[in-house]
């Protein structure tokens, strides 16, 4: 995406790319570890584990992450008013992490009395959510 575009700060391989680049500039973290000493094996699955070990690297990456989706979702609900928000892709490995966050976000800064009813939850085949949503699209 362009710069400042919602994939420019949440897209899995930007959240990997953050943490290849801080640990490359000497940010300590169990990411490393995780893949032996290999920068080139890091993966959005071994931060997402690190983050549910507590490691100060990954959590300060899905801050960022979740702030960002975050707003973005609080954009787009302010806009279509949905009664449920799917998520797909490599979010559903750390739904854990980043729900409670991502929620607080929304509920801070959509228009008052439309988050009352929204249900968010992750995607039941995560890795095919775009092709179901354009298939859908195509149907209407």
Known sequence: ??????QAFVASYVVIQEAKNAIAN???SLILDKVQGDIDKITFKEIARSGRDGDKLALRIFDQYNYCLGK???NLI???NPE?????GDINMILDLTM???ERIVKSNVIKGITGN?????SAFP???GAIGAALQIEE
Do not use: H, R
Not at 118 to 122: A, D, E, L, P
């Open 118 to 122: 929204i249900k968010f939850t992750g």
């Open 100 to 102: 409670p966050f991502i």
């Open 84 to 88: 449920t928000v799917v998520l797909g």
């Open 127 to 129: 890795e095919y959510g």
């Open 78 to 80: 302010n806009l279509t």
């Open 72 to 74: 973005a979702l609080s």
């Open 26 to 28: 000497g940010y300590p």
């Open 1 to 6: 995406g362009n710069d400042n575009c919602l």
